[in-house]
């Protein structure tokens, strides 16, 4: 039977009905579908595809398992090595990991890893009625700092081997940029919610609104007798340009514009927390992290959603499934743009409708791209005399975020580098004994499935160095 060239389309909302709504947009395989997706699979012998997986699943055997309709003999060949499989299903950048290592994709479209995935992790969650199998305890205890995809990889590989531990959560919600950060069209919270619970039914203790460096510090950690403790803080401290207007009202970080719709409800029809509704919006920046902030501002009531990028398509990180999924719904992308200055006005005796704040608009200058940078890349080059406004009245700032300060300064001896992310050796090990740290509080803002890969080490280096 010759095979499909093309993978599997995954079934979405229609734009013109997603582009309104909180649910979210891929509505995942049927079971005919992963069946059919998964007979795509060559099963090579080398397995390519693995090398790939920051979490090294093994790929070709939890395919193999939804060949013959095992569905959750596939989850659990998954959750041998991923704590958290949905999420990874559905966030993971598999285009340029698993994906781009698969043999089939180098003569036709590769096999739908990550769709198949999340179907088959979607499956368990609908089905499965057994009890976690909870480990012996090995009588160690270990903290873990912040409740994101490190932090709860590191538990729960932890928890499996037995350890006792404890994550402490500033938030009061668990889950870390999963929950605060990513919208609920992209990674519903009932998701994250459920992968939390299946760590705590293993023994794992999450403790929230408990901030590290404040309400307790590492080393009181140490003293209360952890034997080890993993930061996996995050990246939460935003980056701004330095452009003037930055400080007016109705300029955003995305992670505060983010936050304040995930968390504190602001999509709501009366919201708890005033955001904007109605009015143009300007996000700056081209990550998934500016495509969340966009397609969520056109959800809040935006009447025209702008993406400013200094560089072009081509260039643009984001992952291409968002970036399609934006320009359907209605984003409108100015590429090879760049912010010089935030427009509005600061006299609040104004009698103009100040119901977003005082920003009026956004003056940009157009570029070109010039000869690439340390990083391979075109440097983009500012065209004289091209500048140009646009009226808006929100602006998101989506360039990228660094490691919160407050652990280096409350935790002597912690080395970080000049972008704040603490330094670790090869093992995840700090500048500290027994304190280890990985993903975005060590690298700056990363992927979802880099900073498990980071919290899977560590659980692996803590492991080692307490039982020997």
Do not use: W
């Not at 041998?80 to 990991?97: D, F, I, N, Y």
């Not at 089939?104 to 992790?121: A, D, N, S």
């Not at 979607?122 to 903290?143: L, Q």
């Not at 992927?447 to 280096?461: E, N, R, Y």
């Amino acid at each position: 039977m010759p095979i499909n060239p093309k993978k599997h389309e995954m079934p979405t909302q229609a734009p013109e009905v997603r582009a309104h709504n909180f649910k979210e947009v891929a509505l995942g395989y049927t079971a005919e579908i992963a069946i059919d997706e998964a007979k795509r699979c060559l099963n090579c012998k080398n397995k390519p595809c693995v090398s790939g997986c920051p979490v090294n699943i093994n790929i070709p055997d939890f395919i193999s398992y939804i060949k013959t309709g095992d569905f959750e003999g596939a989850y659990q060949s998954i959750s041998k090595t991923s704590s958290l499989p949905a999420v990874c299903g559905r966030v993971c950048p598999q285009e340029s990991q698993c994906e781009s290592k698969c043999t089939l994709g180098i003569k036709f479209e590769p096999v739908g890893i990550g769709r198949l995935e999340r179907f088959v992790t979607d499956y368990h969650n609908a089905n499965a009625t057994a009890p976690a199998n909870v480990p012996e305890s090995n009588g160690h205890k270990v903290a873990v700092v912040g409740s994101g995809p490190s932090g709860l990889t590191c538990a729960g590989d932890l928890a499996k081997k037995g350890y006792k531990v404890t994550i402490f959560e500033a938030l009061h919600t668990a889950g870390g940029v999963l929950v605060y950060g990513i919208p609920e069209f992209r990674l519903p919270k009932s998701i994250v919610a459920k992968e939390v619970d299946g760590l705590k039914a293993l023994g794992v203790d999450v403790e929230t609104n408990v901030v590290i460096g404040k309400t307790l510090t590492i080393d009181e950690l140490l003293e209360d007798g952890y034997e080890a403790v993993f930061v996996g803080s995050g990246a939460g401290l935003p980056n701004f340009m330095g452009i003037p207007g930055e400080s007016l009202k109705g300029v955003y970080s995305a992670n505060e514009f983010l936050t304040r719709s995930n968390l504190m409800k602001a999509y709501k029809d009366e919201p708890v927390t005033p955001i904007m509704k109605g009015g143009k919006v300007a996000v700056v920046g081209g990550g998934n992290v500016a495509m969340d902030a966009a397609r969520t501002a056109l959800r809040l009531g935006a009447e025209k959603v702008y993406i400013i990028y200094r560089r072009s398509m081509d260039e643009l990180p984001a992952r291409k499934e968002e970036v399609e999924h934006a320009e359907e719904e209605g984003i409108d992308f100015r590429l090879l743009n760049n912010p010089v200055e935030i427009l509005g006005y600061d006299n609040p005796d104004d009698k103009r409708d100040p119901k977003n704040g005082f920003v009026t608009g956004i003056r940009c200058i157009k570029m070109e791209l010039g000869e690439p940078d340390e990083k391979g890349r075109r440097r983009p080059v500012p065209i004289e005399g091209s500048e140009f406004e646009l009226d808006v009245d929100t602006v998101v700032i989506a360039i990228g975020t660094s490691p919160n300060p407050l652990i280096k300064s409350t935790t002597a001896g912690l080395e970080v580098n000049r972008h704040g992310g603490i330094i670790v050796n090869e093992d995840g090990l700090t500048s500290r004994e027994n304190i280890y740290a990985g993903g975005d509080a060590v690298t700056g803002a990363a992927t979802v499935i880099s900073a498990m890969g980071a919290g899977k080490l560590a659980a692996t280096s803590i492991d080692k160095a307490i039982m020997g």
